[in-house]
C-alpha cells in the first residue's frame, strides 16, 4: 500500500474489506477543561478581566491583552443545539474557571462569583444574608456570551438623572436612595430558533361602508363585515426567541431589558469573557425554558397565519384553527450583559437593571400615591360637579346639556385615570 | 470513434487459434472472425453487405471468459412472432424467416485487471433522533403533541485503498452502449472460462476500440467498484459523496464475449434489414418496416368497391328517372360509397407513416 497520511488527529477506525484503510476525524472534544481556568496573567500573575470598552480581556496591572474577542454577527447562524434526547437529558459540564456561588438566603439568587469577589451584598435585595453554596455542576454550559460594552463607572449619571424624572415619585428619591454599587451580571437566556409549517383555515372578515335610510328618512352609515372562509399554507423561520434562564429576577423588568440586546455581538463561549463579572446560573431548565419559548413561536406562527390569511383587503379573523408542525428547532444557551443594583428607600427595595450593552435603564421606582390619587380626583372633579349642578336644574332647560357635558368629562376622565394608574403601577412593578 | 479495425496491419494468429477466418464487411467497416462457409453471407450487423475475407487487427490472446448462450434459436420464435406482428408486414418479415437465417454472434468486451493504489474521502451518517412537536390550534386553545423526527449527523471520512480488481468490463466496440440499449444488458456473473469449443459454430465480432482508448471507462468501472468496496469497509448504513483518487500501476487487459443472435429480412423496396436479438433474454432489435405495396394493394382493392358502389348508384339513377323512387335509393348508394373511398387511403398511408416511424426511431 502507497504510504497515506491521513490529516492530523485523524486515527485509523476499522474497516469491513481488507486493503481499504479508514481515518475518522477526532471525536469533537468539549473544550471544557477539566479543572479550573486562571484568569491570571500570564506576564505578571495578576487578575485579568474583561474590558468593556476595549472588548478584550486584559491585565489591570501590566496592561497584557489577550486577542481580542470576535463577534458572530448574527447568531441565527451560529451554530446551535438540536434538540436531541441526549441533550435534553445532559446535565452540566462546568463553567471552566473557578468560580463560587453566593446564594441569597432572601430572594433565593444564585450568584456564580470569582474567587476572592465574596459580595457584602445581594445586588437584587441589597440583602446581607448570603451564604456559600457549592456551583451547580450539572448546569448546561453556555455556547455564546454577549460581551459588556459599558463600564459600571458610566452607568453612575444616568441612572441618577433616571431617578430624578417622573413627577409621580418622591422628590427626595435622587437623594436618599443609596446605590451602592452596579454589579455586573451575565444573565443566562435560553435563545430559540424553530420553523414552523402551518396550514390553517379560518374565516377573513372585510369591513365595507353602507348607507342605509331610515324610516324617519334619515340616512345613517353602518359598517359592514363580509365574512369568507379562507385556507392557506405558510412556512417560515422563527430566529432568536428568547427566554431569560432565570425565575429569580424580575420578569417584568428582564422582558424590557432583553428586547434591546443585540444579539448580534454575541461571541463563542470564553471564560476570559467573564472575567471581572459575576454570572448567573440558569435556574429555568431547558425543557421548561422551551416549553415557553414553544409557546412564543406558535403565537408568532399564528400572527403569521392571521396576517396571511388577510391578504391586503382583509380587516378580521374569526374561528382560526391550524396545524403547525415544528422542525429545524434549535436552542443557545447565552450569557446576557446585565449591571444590577437595588436601592432601598422607604424600608423597601427596589431592582435596577441597566442593558450592558446599550445602557438603556430600566427598574422599579416608588411612586407617590396620594398625587396620583390627587390627580384622578381632579380629572373627575369637572365630570362630577357638572353633573351635581346639572341635577337639579334638569327643571330648567340648562340641566340636560350640562349632564351631557358631565357626562362627556367622566369618559375623559376615567381614560385618564385608567392610564395613569397603570403608568403608576408599571413603576412600581417587579 | 473510428473503427480501428478497418485499418488492417496484419492477419492475426489469434484468428487461426480460434479456429475461424477473419472477415469484414466492405459497408460498415465490422470485423468478424467466422466458421469456414460463412465467407460471402450478409453482414450479420448491417446486414448490407457480403463479408469478404481480409486481415484484421486483433490481440493474440485468446478471450478470457464468455457469457454462454442462454436461449436456442427455437426458443426465440415467440418473441420474434411478435416482433412481425405489424399491420401490412413485409412478406420476408416471418418468425420462420428470421430463425432460419439467424446465426449466433459474440460480441466482445474488454475485461480490465488493475490495482488500485489511492485515497477516498466520503461521508458517512449516523442516526439519531430529536424532539419536535406537532401543534394544534382549535377553538382558541393549544394542543401539543410529541413527535421524534428521525435525523442523521455527518462525519467526514478519509482513507486509503490498496486492492486489486479483476474482470471489471469495458467497451471494446464504438456501438457498446447503443447496443446494450437495443437488446439489453448482460448478467456479467454468469460468465465462465472461455473454452474454444464453447464457441461452436457462432461468429466472433472484433473490438474496434483499443484498450487505451477503452481506458477510460474501464476506469469508471474500477471507481464505481472501490467506490462500492468503500461503502462496505466504512460499513455504516448512510455513506454519501465517496470520491476516489488514485493511480493503476498495472492494468492488464483480456477480452470476454456476449452473446447474441444476428438475423435479416428483405422489405418490401427489396432492402435487406437486420434483426439482433439478445442471446440470453431473447430481447429483440430491428427495424420492423410495412410493405407500402401490401398497403396500396388493400387500398386499391377497397377503392375499386367504392368505385363500384359509385357505379351502381348511377345506373339506379337511370333508372329512377322512369321510376322516381329509386332516386332515393341511387342516393343512399352514392353517400355510402364516399366513406369507402376515404377507407382505401388507409392501408397504404398506415404503411407509409409506420416505415417513417421505423426509420426514425434510433
Known amino acids: 500500500m502507497k504510504t497515506y497520511n491521513p490529516p492530523p488527529g485523524w486515527s485509523e477506525v476499522p474497516s469491513r474489506l481488507p486493503g481499504i484503510a479508514i481515518y475518522a476525524p477526532p471525536p469533537q472534544k468539549d473544550d471544557v477543561p477539566d479543572g479550573p481556568v486562571s484568569t491570571k496573567c500570564k506576564n505578571c500573575g495578576s487578575s485579568m478581566a474583561f474590558d468593556p470598552v476595549r472588548q478584550v480581556v486584559a491585565c489591570g496591572a501590566c496592561g497584557t491583552e489577550q486577542e481580542k474577542v470576535k463577534a458572530v454577527g448574527a447568531l441565527a447562524g451560529a451554530e446551535g443545539n438540536e434538540f436531541t434526547l441526549e441533550a435534553l437529558r445532559r446535565g452540566a459540564k462546568g463553567w471552566g474557571v473557578e468560580r463560587k456561588t453566593l446564594h441569597c438566603g432572601q430572594c433565593g439568587s444564585d450568584l456564580v462569583v470569582e474567587p476572592g469577589a465574596l459580595a457584602t451584598s445581594c445586588p437584587f435585595c441589597a440583602s446581607n444574608q448570603v451564604e456559600l453554596v457549592a456551583g451547580d455542576k450539572d448546569a448546561v454550559r453556555p455556547g455564546y456570551v454577549l460581551p459588556f460594552k459599558l463600564k459600571s463607572a458610566d452607568l453612575e449619571k444616568n441612572v441618577k438623572g433616571w431617578l430624578d424624572k417622573g413627577w409621580m415619585h418622591p422628590g427626595s428619591l435622587k437623594q436618599v436612595a443609596r446605590i451602592d454599587k452596579f454589579v455586573g451580571v451575565y444573565l443566562p437566556y435560553w435563545i430559540f430558533d424553530a420553523r414552523t409549517r402551518a396550514s390553517y383555515e379560518c374565516e377573513v372578515g372585510t369591513d365595507r361602508q353602507v348607507t342605509r335610510r331610515d324610516s324617519d328618512g334619515r340616512t345613517h352609515t353602518e359598517t359592514v363585515t363580509d365574512w369568507e372562509w379562507k385556507k392557506g399554507n405558510i412556512d417560515r423561520a422563527w430566529t432568536g426567541v428568547k427566554i431569560p434562564g432565570t425565575t429569580k429576577l424580575s420578569q417584568v423588568l428582564l422582558g424590557r431589558t432583553h428586547e434591546k440586546f443585540d444579539t448580534g455581538g454575541c461571541v463563542p463561549y470564553d471564560a476570559g469573557v467573564l472575567a471581572g463579572f459575576q454570572a448567573q446560573s440558569y435556574d429555568l431548565a431547558l425543557p421548561e425554558a422551551w416549553e415557553k419559548g414553544r409557546a412564543s413561536i406558535r403565537e408568532l406562527a399564528k400572527g403569521a397565519c392571521e396576517q396571511h390569511a388577510k391578504g391586503s383587503r382583509g380587516d378580521h379573523v374569526r374561528n382560526l384553527t391550524m396545524n403547525a408542525s415544528m422542525d429545524d428547532e434549535v436552542w443557545r444557551y447565552v450569557m446576557m450583559p446585565v449591571y444590577v443594583s437595588a436601592y432601598k428607600f422607604d424600608n423597601r427595595t427596589w431592582q435596577v437593571m441597566v442593558n450592558g450593552q446599550t445602557g438603556e435603564i ?69 | 470513434m473510428s473503427r480501428k479495425n478497418t485499418a488492417v496491419e496484419r492477419v492475426s494468429e489469434g484468428a487461426d487459434r480460434l479456429g475461424r477466418h477473419p472477415v469484414g464487411c466492405p459497408k460498415c467497416k465490422r470485423a468478424f472472425l467466422v ?74 468486451v474488454w475485461l480490465v485487471d488493475a490495482t488500485c493504489e489511492g485515497s477516498f474521502k466520503a461521508e458517512v451518517g449516523f442516526d439519531y433522533e430529536v424532539k419536535s412537536t406537532e401543534e394544534v390550534l382549535d377553538g382558541g386553545t393549544w394542543r401539543s403533541r410529541e413527535v421524534m423526527r428521525d435525523k442523521i449527523r455527518w462525519e467526514p471520512r478519509q482513507g486509503a485503498v490498496s486492492r486489486r480488481y479483476d474482470n471489471v468490463p469495458a467497451e471494446a466496440l464504438t456501438e457498446h452502449d447503443a447496443r446494450k440499449k437495443a437488446i439489453g444488458g448482460y448478467d456479467y456473473r454468469k460468465a465462465v472460462d472461455y473454452t474454444q469449443d464453447k464457441l461452436a459454430d457462432a461468429w466472433v465480432q472484433l473490438p474496434d476500440v483499443p484498450p487505451d482508448e477503452a481506458w477510460p471507462d474501464a476506469e469508471a468501472g474500477i471507481a464505481k467498484k472501490v467506490g462500492q468496496d468503500v461503502r462496505q469497509a466504512i460499513d455504516v448504513r448512510h455513506v454519501r459523496g465517496v470520491t476516489v483518487s488514485a493511480d493503476y500501476p498495472d492494468v492488464n487487459y483480456t477480452w470476454m464475449l456476449l452473446p447474441m443472435y444476428a438475423s ?76 369507402f373511398f376515404a377507407l382505401a387511403l388507409w392501408p397504404p398511408l398506415s404503411a407509409w407513416s409506420h416505415n417513417r416511424r421505423e426509420t426514425a426511431s434510433p
Open chain 2, 35 to 108: 466458421p469456414q462457409g460463412a465467407v460471402g453471407k450478409p453482414c450479420p450487423i448491417c446486414a448490407e453487405a457480403a463479408l469478404s475475407p481480409q486481415n484484421v487487427v486483433m490481440r493474440d490472446a485468446e478471450p478470457e471468459q464468455v457469457v454462454p448462450f442462454g436461449a436456442s434459436r427455437q426458443d426465440l420464435k415467440p418473441k420474434l412472432a411478435e416482433f412481425a406482428s405489424v399491420r401490412f408486414v413485409t412478406g420476408d418479415l416471418t418468425a420462420d424467416n428470421l430463425v432460419e437465417r439467424a446465426v449466433p454472434v459474440w460480441w466482445p
Open chain 2, 264 to 339: 435479416w429480412y428483405v422489405d418490401s423496396g427489396g432492402v435487406r434489414r437486420p434483426v439482433l436479438f439478445h442471446g440470453e433474454t431473447g430481447q429483440v432489435y430491428g427495424k420492423r418496416m410495412a410493405s407500402v405495396t401490401k398497403g396500396l394493394v388493400w387500398g386499391a382493392v377497397i377503392g375499386t368497391f367504392a368505385t363500384g358502389l359509385l357505379l351502381l348508384a348511377g345506373f339506379v339513377g337511370l333508372v329512377g328517372i322512369v321510376l322516381l323512387p329509386l332516386l332515393a335509393v341511387a342516393a343512399v348508394l352514392g353517400a355510402l360509397s364516399l366513406p
Open chain 1, 362 to 430: 430600566n427598574g422599579q421606582k416608588p411612586v407617590v400615591w396620594w398625587r396620583i390619587y390627587a390627580l384622578i380626583a381632579l380629572m373627575l372633579s369637572p365630570a362630577v360637579c357638572s353633573g351635581v349642578l346639572g341635577i337639579p336644574l334638569t327643571f330648567f332647560a340648562v340641566g340636560v346639556p350640562l349632564l351631557v357635558i358631565a357626562l362627556v368629562l367622566l369618559v375623559f376622565a376615567i381614560v385618564g385615570s385608567v392610564y395613569l394608574w397603570k403608568s403608576a403601577t408599571a413603576a412600581e412593578a417587579a
